[in-house]
């Protein structure tokens, strides 16, 4: 299996929707990812589009023991310090 690399927006991402288990957290992205699909489409939304889709399969290429070594804490921490400085 080859090295399966995710990017800062792809983890920001993972971490917001995360859940109990890598499966529910795909099915989370996939919900999201649908939702964007069928809303009016802008610039922002079809970049959101890619992130999502490259995200799910990603994780449906790890391991679960790969997800759940994932600090994904880290990232929600980011998001709570950018909307501080906000």
Known sequence: M???????????????FSAKTKRETVTALKEALADLEHGDPDEQDEEMEVILSSLIEKL??????????LNLQEYLNNIEEDTDDA
């Open 2 to 16: 080859r090295n399966i690399y995710f990017d800062q927006d792809e983890m920001t991402l993972m971490a917001i």
């Open 60 to 69: 449906q290429q790890i391991r679960d023991q790969h997800f759940y070594s």
